[in-house]
Nanobody, 122 residues
Framework: QVRVVESGGGLVQPGGSLRLSCVASGFTLDEYAIRWFRQAPGKEREGVSCISSNDRSQYYEDSVRGRFTISRDNAKNTVYLQMNRLKPEDTAVYYC???????????????WGQGTQVTVSS
């Protein structure tokens, strides 16, 4: 059974940090690129960061570049998103998704998690 489970969200003050985890089971994680998406209330879902299957390439949306770091540990079937210097506008539900290729098209992502809430507020 395929499962993708995110964790690590929570409430944090502006300037704080969180590390999100995305744990996959039921498929071979190292054959898939993983992208983190987020969706804030009243807004469309947007891509945040992506990592290639072989860990050689990482991509970041402009608003998070320099603050967020994506990484993966294929031995643990896990992808991480380290989020530093968080801002209120980072508040959203964060999702991870798996695709056989690196792509911005949501339709190419085969497996999705249920999301984890990140709230940045004082």
């Amino acid at each position: 059974q395929v499962r993708v489970v995110e964790s690590g969200g929570g409430l944090v003050q502006p300037g704080g940090s969180l590390r999100l985890s995305c744990v996959a089971s039921g498929f071979t994680l190292d054959e898939y690129a993983i992208r983190w998406f987020r969706q804030a209330p009243g807004k469309e879902r947007e891509g945040v960061s992506c990592i290639s299957s072989n860990d050689r390439s990482q991509y970041y949306e402009d608003s998070v570049r320099g603050r967020f770091t994506i990484s993966r540990d294929n031995a643990k079937n896990t992808v991480y998103l380290q989020m530093n210097r968080l801002k209120p506008e980072d508040t959203a539900v964060y999702y991870c998704a798996a695709s056989p290729i690196v792509t911005t098209s949501e339709r190419q992502y085969d497996y999705w998690g249920q999301g984890t809430q990140v709230t940045v507020s004082s």
